[in-house]
């Protein structure tokens, strides 16, 4: 299995044995309150979801990765999406039980996706998105070196209606030059083969 190790977390794909860690920690309205989906209320819906993301992964769509604190255990979800091959850019999306916020698996898990995006998949550029009431969010995002570039006006819709989001890049030249390039991240088992022509 592909694995990506930092110095206290582990990513991986996650599996079917992982439906009950991701059901307890998105059984929160607070951690899903501006996503499209959840909270997660029966076990179904995280193994649905996680079955997705191995059909994402397959078709090389979206990429996500169980965020493992190594002593902690499951921590949330992390992933790249809307790949543009021609551009060279993507989108990275994070969530976190709320046992998590504030406790550095963020920056942790954004350096790891970082050295991912940038290195093993030679993106040129890597977005992000967020609402822009969602203020430890928005904080969350800048205090890892992206930059703000703008509001999307109802971009994300939502069961309570259309939403406007934050959008923020970052440019591989950036990331080279920041203080998270230099946090050791050591790959482990090879890429999902979609994604193997990319890193080539």
């Known amino acids: 299995m592909f694995q990506l190790h930092g110095p206290t977390l582990t990513l991986r794909a996650p599996t079917p044995d992982d439906a009950p860690a991701l059901f307890a920690l998105a059984n929160d309205d607070e951690v899903t309150r501006w996503f499209s ?3 997660y209320t029966t076990i179904e819906e995280p193994q649905a979801y996680i079955a997705r993301a191995a059909e994402r992964s397959a078709a090389g769509e979206q990429l996500d990765l169980l965020i493992v604190h190594r002593e902690r255990g499951p921590a949330g979800i992390t992933g790249l ?3 543009s091959e021609r551009d060279g850019r993507c989108m990275i999306g994070t969530w976190l ?8 698996v963020n920056r942790e898990s954004k350096a790891i996706m970082m050295r991912l995006a940038f290195e093993l998949l030679g993106q040129h550029r890597l977005g992000s998105y967020s609402n822009p009431a969602n203020e430890r969010s928005t904080r969350a995002l800048l205090g ?3 930059r ?3 509001v999307l006006r109802d971009w994300h819709r939502h069961p309570a209606g259309w939403l406007d989001v934050n ?3 970052l440019l591989r030249e950036e990331w080279e030059a920041s203080e998270l390039a230099g946090i050791e991240v050591r790959a482990e088992g090879e890429l999902p083969a979609a994604f193997r022509s990319a890193a080539a």
């Open 37 to 39: 989906w959840g909270p």
């Open 81 to 83: 999406s809307e790949f």
């Open 97 to 104: 039980g709320r046992d998590f916020w504030g406790s550095g």
């Open 144 to 146: 890892v070196d992206f």
């Open 148 to 150: 703000h570039e703008g």
């Open 167 to 169: 959008v923020f890049g």
